[in-house]
């Protein structure tokens, strides 16, 4: 009994976490159908967030084709999925849920857990009830659930919500004896021998992992594939801007790979910095999708002289400056820009 384990699509037109257009969404949806139609798996089951945010009508196309292609399916709500926009994908093959239910026998035998992201606060705690969904099921169970991990790696720059309700143990996990728990929400691959986190389909900030696509899990003999769809990284270029010419060492890039250049540059050499990173990015726009610059700018700290934070007039403002700066003949300064 074989299952592909897919998560956290984040599917839209505004992508406002990386600038993947809608099309190049849909081309790793198509890369990952491929890639469960070759393991020929007997269920997919897709941990939430198919969409970030409110969905559109061709988001919910580019969606609609990804699950025809990967039925039958099992699709849970995430915290980024509007309520009854997934309602709409319910059809022949692909069954939606938006509640903690147990399907008896529901995968070849094995028993189904889905426990979707919880909409309302729960004082009972999420952990709960999981443990309430595995005292229904018999001893061969899969659980499907959308939920934070204690002791769980996020993605670079991904945010935790902060919902004490929707929150889960590994060791509670492990403790249950599920066959496989299929998780969504944080976006950084990593699995555990009970289960884990598929890893989202797509980088969506810089510093997240590019380990992304799809897992094919055997359930009888535990054997796991992790398969790599997403076809591109958000790559960071640290310059050392010091440099007459700022070199990109060690590093390889790919056509569709996002790059980001980042140097840090005192407050009074912005211009020249600048100059040199466009060099750079210049040559890397003709590698890869897409180049941002961001400098990092460091204040200059200027340290006032007492008398000049001490004069009184603008008179006496610039005789204090002219004497910090070594003019000789301050006062015949003075008289000639008063006559000026």
């Given at each position: 009994?074989?299952?592909?384990?897919?998560?956290?699509?984040?599917?839209?037109?505004?992508?406002?976490?990386?600038?993947?257009?809608?099309?190049?969404?849909?081309?790793?949806?198509?890369?990952?159908?491929?890639?469960?139609?070759?393991?020929?798996?007997?269920?997919?089951?897709?941990?939430?967030?198919?969409?970030?945010?409110?969905?559109?009508?061709?988001?919910?196309?580019?969606?609609?084709?990804?699950?025809?292609?990967?039925?039958?399916?099992?699709?849970?709500?995430?915290?980024?999925?509007?309520?009854?926009?997934?309602?709409?994908?319910?059809?022949?093959?692909?069954?939606?849920?938006?509640?903690?239910?147990?399907?008896?026998?529901?995968?070849?035998?094995?028993?189904?857990?889905?426990?979707?992201?919880?909409?309302?606060?729960?004082?009972?705690?999420?952990?709960?009830?999981v443990k309430g969904l595995r005292a229904q099921c018999g001893e061969k169970a899969i659980l499907l659930?959308?939920?934070?991990?204690?002791?769980?790696?996020?993605?670079?720059?991904?945010?935790?919500?902060?919902?004490?309700?929707?929150?889960?143990?590994?060791?509670?996990?492990?403790?249950?004896?599920?066959?496989?728990?299929?998780?969504?929400?944080?976006?950084?691959?990593?699995?555990h021998p009970w289960g884990g986190y598929a890893g989202g389909i797509r980088p969506m900030k810089f510093?997240?992992?590019?380990?992304?696509?799809?897992?094919?899990?055997?359930?009888?003999?535990?054997?796991?594939?992790?398969?790599?769809?997403?076809?591109?990284?958000?790559?960071?270029?640290?310059?050392?801007?010091?440099?007459?010419?700022?070199?990109?060492?060690?590093?390889?890039?790919?056509?569709?790979?996002?790059?980001?250049?980042?140097?840090?540059?005192?407050?009074?050499?912005?211009?020249?910095?600048?100059?040199k990173a466009e060099s750079v990015a210049t040559f890397l726009r003709n590698h890869v999708r897409s180049?941002?610059?961001?400098?990092?700018?460091?204040?200059?700290?200027?340290?006032?002289?007492?008398?000049?934070?001490?004069?009184?007039?603008?008179?006496?403002?610039?005789?204090?400056?002219?004497?910090?700066?070594?003019?000789?003949?301050?006062?015949?300064?003075?008289?000639?820009?008063?006559?000026?």
């Amino acid at each position: 009994m074989r299952i592909a384990h897919v998560a956290d699509l984040h599917l839209t037109e505004t992508p406002s976490r990386s600038d993947v257009p809608l099309d190049e969404q849909d081309e790793i949806l198509c890369r990952i159908a491929e890639a469960v139609n070759e393991a020929e798996v007997d269920r997919t089951l897709i941990s939430g967030d198919c969409f970030d945010g409110e969905s559109t009508p061709l988001s919910r196309l580019v969606l609609s084709r990804f699950l025809h292609r990967v039925a039958p399916a099992v699709v849970i709500y995430g915290n980024h999925d509007r309520p009854v926009d997934l309602d709409l994908f319910e059809s022949h093959g692909v069954t939606i849920h938006h509640a903690p239910e147990v399907f008896a026998g529901a995968i070849g035998g094995y028993d189904l857990a889905v426990a979707p992201w919880p909409r309302v606060r729960n004082a009972e705690g999420y952990a709960a009830i999981v443990k309430g969904l595995r005292a229904q099921c018999g001893e061969k169970a899969i659980l499907l659930a959308h939920c934070d991990l204690v002791g769980a790696e996020l993605d670079g720059g991904q945010d935790t919500t902060g919902r004490v309700d929707a929150v889960i143990s590994a060791d509670d996990l492990a403790e249950m004896g599920w066959a496989y728990c299929a998780l969504g929400h944080y976006h950084k691959r990593q699995l555990h021998p009970w289960g884990g986190y598929a890893g989202g389909i797509r980088p969506m900030k810089f510093g997240d992992d590019a380990r992304k696509g799809v897992v094919i899990v055997d359930l009888d003999t535990g054997k796991r594939e992790e398969i790599d769809c997403a076809g591109y990284s958000l790559v960071t270029v640290d310059l050392d801007i010091t440099r007459d010419i700022p070199l990109v060492h060690g590093q390889t890039f790919a056509l569709k790979d996002r790059v980001r250049i980042r140097y840090r540059v005192d407050e009074e050499n912005q211009t020249a910095a600048y100059g040199k990173a466009e060099s750079v990015a210049t040559f890397l726009r003709n590698h890869v999708r897409s180049v941002t610059i961001e400098p990092e700018v460091i204040p200059t700290v200027r340290v006032r002289a007492p008398e000049i934070a001490a004069a009184k007039t603008d008179e006496d403002v610039l005789r204090a400056y002219l004497r910090q700066a070594g003019v000789k003949r301050v006062e015949e300064v003075c008289k000639k820009a008063e006559l000026e």
